[in-house]
């Protein structure tokens, strides 16, 4: 059992399109990360979210972190064939701490 | 400047072989970390670096797995003797200091066949 769930686990839409990606848990974190990941390669670091209720955006990209700091949401406005790639949420339970990884959302934007 | 380097990128081996796996972080990272990443699912920490101490190793399987850190720069996971179950791609990040962001080196794809 994870302890972070990303929902769904897949999603495939067409370029322009909106998503959005859940990360849940039942534990609370001292901060949230998302990650993007591309076939063959690392994640790479889009954002971290560490107040609760807070919201950035990131281009087209908008991270929420829910208000008890304990689930987190991705959402894509206008979907874009680059957009595709693997969508990794990850926690701290403390300052310095590891992070924990969700399972991954894989997301799928077609032309 | 360089990322996070890691080599080999792809390795297919028979069960019951030994395989290593090498990494150089980003010049000047004092902490290192290893994960493994099965397939479909996210990154899990196998083992922390602080310069050259292991700080958190709890998820390494210390039977078949070890890795060394010596003068606090590169860094090498070894297996022996690797299982089916080992197929994966290992992951090596490094951050300036622990807590601190993260980079992810590409990974080497490890198939035991």
């Known amino acids: 059992t994870q302890l972070l769930e990303q929902s769904p686990q897949f999603l495939s839409i067409q370029e322009g399109e909106n998503l959005t990606v859940y990360c849940n848990s039942s534990?609370?974190?001292?901060?949230l990360q998302w990650y993007r990941q591309e076939p063959g390669e690392g994640p790479v670091l889009l954002v971290t979210?560490?107040?609760?209720?807070e919201v950035k955006k990131l281009k087209r990209l908008t991270f929420q972190f829910g208000d008890a700091r304990k689930d987190s949401s991705l959402h894509i406005t206008a979907a874009q064939p680059g957009d595709t790639g693997l969508y990794l949420c990850a926690g701290a339970r403390a300052a310095g701490n590891k992070l924990t990884f969700g399972g991954g959302t894989r997301v799928l934007v077609k032309p | 400047e360089a990322g996070v380097v890691q080599s080999p990128r792809y390795k297919i081996i028979e069960k019951k072989q030994p395989v290593a796996f090498w990494c150089n972080p980003i010049?000047?990272?004092?902490?290192l970390y290893w994960y493994r990443q099965n397939l479909g699912q996210g990154p899990e920490l196998l083992i922390r670096?602080?310069?050259?101490?292991?700080?958190?190793d709890s998820q390494l399987p210390k039977d078949r797995f070890s890795a060394e850190r010596l003068k606090g720069v590169d860094s090498t996971l070894k297996i022996q003797p690797a299982e089916l179950g080992d197929s994966a791609v290992y992951l090596c990040?490094?951050?300036?200091?622990?807590?601190?962001?993260?980079?992810f080196g590409p990974g080497t794809r490890l198939l035991v066949l």
């Open positions: 010049s000047g990272h004092n902490t």
């Open positions: 990040a490094s951050s300036f200091n622990s807590g601190e962001t993260q980079y």
């Open positions: 534990s609370v974190f001292s901060s």
């Open positions: 979210v560490v107040t609760g209720g």
């Open positions: 670096y602080e310069n050259e101490e292991a700080v958190d």
